[in-house]
């Protein structure tokens, strides 16, 4: 008998992309968790997978499903058996006390592959609606609510009977990524993927600051820079920047990113032909070499939107109930019958049941792990990596005097990319046409100049001893008079939250706006959900800042203003 595995290998399949196997080799974020959890996790979609369904439906062994099989083919061929299966019931009858106990071996080998066959038909109906429930719900990598009801494929919304119930899809997950992430990209290539690390690295990145909106999309192009090859290491350049009017021409204007990463791949080849430890990276899976496949990923990774999930183990088991109830229990069931075939098709659906909750828990287990994993490191306050200090020169006058202050302006006039930031931002007039010195920062005219000394400028001994200086004469913390903050802003929110509590006067935030720009990367269909759900979290640590008379100021643009997203806004400000 031979037996179809297209549900389990699609099954199988559907898992290694849904664990990220494909980037077991990169080596940033939860990549890296992953790693832990790589064999016992291959373990089980390789072995443990089938091993537990067969277990619970408690089929019979390849080799035994094959004897079975064998053994009804050979006593189908004897005349008794033969005979019998060819007669009326009357003449059954007769058979049947003549050869009694081959009529009866036949029956038993007959219910035996029958079951078997029952069991395999079963088998894939279990991996069929495994792959159907968790693709229902994951989408390049998160899992969002989406159910759906008929053929218009309408949406119901979990309620447990509030009056009102303010519902989006990703009301239950953070928003994670408001900006794009340059990270190293690197994986292994070779015949057992350990021989040659490769490396994609920018040269060259155009990112906008603050809130200023990108004018045209960017994209991941090949640098100029020639590939840098060495026997166990290979660093690909690249450059994050708009498409050229020529580049333009030859590209078109659908799918630039794919196309750029065609083009990339074929001119590596070239490049690097020569080069015997990069081989593998011609290496074919599945219908792409794998150099353009890991192309892909690393494009990918940084123009994606993500979230994690607050509580991914009662989102997947509530769904997971809810999934059983719908598509896996008959109404059929719920009528009284005695009849054998009735009761038989109970005992089976149930056993069906019993065997796809089991598994199912077992991969929402896994996963469950490993978002948590995820949700600990985004809500554990982050470090500060980096303190820079701000002082212009007439305050560090005013504080310390011109005595005390002159060893430190004598290091700043002759540091030339303080001077270069002065020139940037005020002009060269500003600055004296002759070389600036001591003495004419102590003259009149240029004493009570405003120019800001900023650290960064400057190594770390420079800082301590500007720092030293001003603790022995002032109290910073009161007399600091403005505080930046370069981070993500639910995390900086966070960091300001217990030191400024109940203390801010005016909070004014710029939202994103929902104009489908470049800017913002939502989740494919899940625009107006993305938005809200990154403001759900922030809203309520800005509120926690605010004075009780401050005030609180949100821009929006006029598309949104038309729209139920205000409305949705309001709602989440007079909620909190």
């Known amino acids: 008998m031979e037996i179809n595995n297209s549900s389990l290998d699609q099954l199988k399949a559907f898992l290694n992309k849904l664990f990220q196997f494909e980037s077991q080799d990169l080596d940033f974020g939860v990549y890296k968790i992953l790693h832990y959890k790589h064999n016992e996790l291959k373990q089980f979609i390789n072995e443990l997978l089938v091993g537990t369904v067969n277990q619970q439906l408690q089929t019979l062994t390849n080799a035994q499903k094959t004897e079975a099989q064998e053994k009804l083919d050979d006593i189908e061929q004897d005349d008794i058996v033969k005979g019998w299966l060819a007669a009326d019931d009357d003449e059954k009858k007769t058979l049947e006390k003549f050869g009694k106990e081959k009529i009866k071996q036949y029956q038993e080998l007959k219910h035996q592959v029958d079951s078997v066959q029952v069991s395999v038909d079963t088998e894939n109906q279990i991996y069929n609606h495994l792959t159907i429930f968790f693709s229902r719900y994951y989408d390049k990598g998160d899992f969002i609510s989406k159910r759906r009801f008929g053929k218009n494929e309408k949406y119901m919304v979990p309620y447990n009977g509030e009056e009102t119930h303010f519902y989006w899809a990703n009301q239950d997950q953070y928003y994670i990524k408001s900006s794009q992430t340059f990270t190293k990209f690197s994986f292994r290539a070779g015949p057992y993927k350990s021989d040659l690390i490769v490396n994609f690295k920018l040269t060259k990145a155009q990112t906008e600051q603050g809130n200023v909106k990108a004018d045209a999309n960017k994209f991941f192009i090949l640098s100029?820079?020639?590939?840098?090859?060495?026997?166990?290491?290979?660093?690909?350049?690249?450059?994050?920047?708009?498409?050229?009017?020529?580049?333009?021409?030859?590209?078109?204007?659908?799918?630039?990113?794919?196309?750029?990463?065609?083009?990339?791949?074929?001119k590596l080849e070239s490049q690097l032909k020569k080069h015997a430890p990069a081989a593998g990276l011609w290496d074919m899976e599945t219908d792409q070499t794998l150099l353009l496949r890991k192309l892909h990923q690393y494009t990918k990774k940084n123009q994606y939107d993500f979230f994690i999930h607050?509580?991914?183990?009662?989102?997947?088991?509530?769904?997971?109930?809810?999934?059983?109830?719908?598509?896996?229990?008959?109404?059929?069931?719920?009528?009284?019958?005695?009849?054998?075939?009735?009761?038989?098709?109970?005992?089976?659906?149930?056993?069906?049941?019993?065997?796809?909750?089991?598994?199912?828990?077992?991969?929402?287990?896994?996963?469950?792990?490993?978002?948590?994993?995820?949700?600990?490191?985004?809500?554990?306050?982050?470090?500060?990596?980096?303190?820079?200090?701000?002082?212009?020169?007439?305050?560090?006058?005013?504080?310390?005097?011109?005595?005390?202050?002159?060893?430190?302006?004598?290091?700043?006039?002759?540091?030339?990319?303080?001077?270069?930031?002065?020139?940037?931002?005020?002009?060269?007039?500003?600055?004296?046409?002759?070389?600036?010195?001591?003495?004419?920062?102590?003259?009149?005219?240029?004493?009570?100049?405003?120019?800001?000394?900023?650290?960064?400028?400057?190594?770390?001994?420079?800082?301590?001893?500007?720092?030293?200086?001003?603790?022995?004469?002032?109290?910073?913390?009161?007399?600091?008079?403005?505080?930046?903050?370069?981070?993500?802003?639910y995390q900086g929110l966070q960091l300001l939250r217990d030191k400024f509590y109940d203390q801010i006067n005016v909070i004014y935030i710029d939202p994103p706006y929902n104009s489908g720009g470049d800017d913002f990367l939502y989740k494919d269909n899940f625009r107006n959900s993305s938005w809200l759900s990154m403001l759900a979290d922030r809203i309520p640590i800005a509120k926690d800042l605010l004075a009780e008379d401050g005030l609180f100021f949100s821009s929006i643009d006029d598309k949104d203003s038309k729209n139920k997203v205000t409305h949705r806004l309001s709602n989440l400000l007079e909620a909190h």
């Open 224 to 266: 100029e820079k020639d590939p840098e090859l060495n026997p166990d290491e290979i660093n690909i350049f690249f450059e994050y920047r708009p498409i050229s009017g020529d580049e333009k021409k030859s590209i078109g204007t659908r799918n630039i990113q794919e196309k750029l990463n065609e083009q990339t791949a074929k």
């Open 310 to 489: 607050k509580n991914l183990k009662g989102f997947l088991e509530r769904e997971l109930d809810f999934y059983i109830k719908s598509e896996l229990v008959s109404v059929d069931d719920l009528y009284v019958s005695d009849t054998d075939t009735h009761l038989e098709r109970i005992r089976h659906n149930f056993k069906t049941i019993k065997v796809f909750k089991e598994i199912a828990d077992t991969i929402i287990t896994f996963l469950v792990q490993i978002e948590d994993f995820q949700k600990k490191l985004w809500e554990k306050k982050k470090f500060v990596l980096s303190t820079e200090w701000v002082i212009t020169i007439d305050r560090l006058v005013e504080y310390v005097g011109i005595d005390v202050a002159a060893p430190i302006l004598e290091e700043v006039i002759q540091n030339k990319d303080q001077i270069a930031e002065w020139k940037k931002w005020f002009g060269k007039k500003i600055i004296p046409s002759s070389r600036l010195t001591l003495n004419s920062l102590k003259s009149d005219l240029f004493f009570w100049i405003k120019l800001p000394i900023d650290t960064i400028h400057f190594p770390q001994s420079f800082k301590e001893k500007l720092l030293n200086i001003l603790s022995s004469r002032i109290d910073l913390e009161k007399m600091l008079d403005g505080l930046v903050l370069d981070t993500d802003n």
